[in-house]
């Protein structure tokens, strides 16, 4: 039990903490990518103001010394002055013209960062700014400006300059975010593994002394409820008398306290550790047989048909406890007959399946009686516990399905419950073929 609050526990902080964590990284990221952005787009208007003030300086430099240098800045130049125009060359996966045609359109990404802004550089300029998208999802910073210098005429200058991929972004910026998040994550499982081992500490240990305390009257209950027994049934009173029905009553009450002391102790020795099992390669045929035989006595008395089916094939020899998986079966099986109607049936089912891990035995008890509400299968299983609460029947204490869990775990295997088709459960437990 404290093994499973641990469990939970553990797994809310780390949810609770790496989500915090997590929302900071993006925060971080979210401010890494924003101050990339300005930093790329205050280069791209840098270098179109590099390159007006040179025009604007009577062409001081060649036009190819303007492309050459705008290629070397992995940028795209186009320069007109009414009457010639100058374009530099290709080297975008959009064609230029396209690109040209969106920024002197207007219709850049929606959403796109615009600036107008005039500056004097021995003239006075405009500059208009667009973000592009290109034929493959990529993006451009595309850069209009208008020129007025000290010569004749006007020029139209402009210049397209790649944005960077967000994936390039971030991998350039947060490329140790995650390698931080896992570092994270460690300490904060170690925390959470010490803190909240030391608070359950005092949980711990109140479970420990009240499962002790179990184990010691259930075993000291033991002697006198035998002595008890042995001396009612030494008893022999006239049948029809009352003191013979008082000695089955007692019997019976007798029958039902030693069958909750030995569930009450071997669910004393599974918690401690101390429970031993015996396995040994069995017959699971001749084990099946003998179940179904022990049983058709009570059904037939109850009016239920019994059935058993192993298949055509002779069920394998399975490494386990003989006597254990034996009680398995039993509480299965009674389980099924109180819950089922006069006159359905109940089936013991035996085959082999294929897994991931290897081969399984697998056996079902097939009944057809009410079912079990889906908000009470995970319930089914925990100790004491009764799906009607209104139930007058005191041979049962809710601890059957509990213990044949516990039994069927400790040889590796697993017992989980289904629908029946048509209605009813379907309790079925699986074990491995090999050794355990």
Known sequence: MTTKLRRTLTRLFLLFTMLAFTVLFLIFAGNAVSKWRETELSLAMRLADNFSEELLREKSLAWEDLCSYALESHAWLFLSDGQNEQAGPECFPTPLAELKEQLLSGSGITGAEEVSSTRRVEGVFSRT???LTGNHSETYYGIELRLHGS???DYGLILIYPRTALPDVLWEECRLYPILWLLAFAVMYGMSRF????????VEASIKSQKEFIAAASHELKAPLAVIQANVEAMEPEDGTPGCRRQTVILEECRRMAELLGSLLTLAATDAGSFQIQCRETDMDTLLIETWEAFLPICRKKG????????EDCCPKVFCDRERIGQVLGILLDNALDHSPVGSPVTLKASVLKSRRGDVFACSVIDHGPGIPAEQRERVFERFYCGDASRTDRNHFGLGLSIAKELVEKHHGNLTLFDTPGGGCTFEFRLPLSSP
């Open 129 to 131: 700014t667009h973000l």
């Open 151 to 153: 010569g004749p005429g």
């Open 195 to 202: 803190l909240i081992g030391r608070s359950l500490l005092p």
């Open 304 to 311: 239920i048909a019994l059935e058993l089916d192993t298949g």
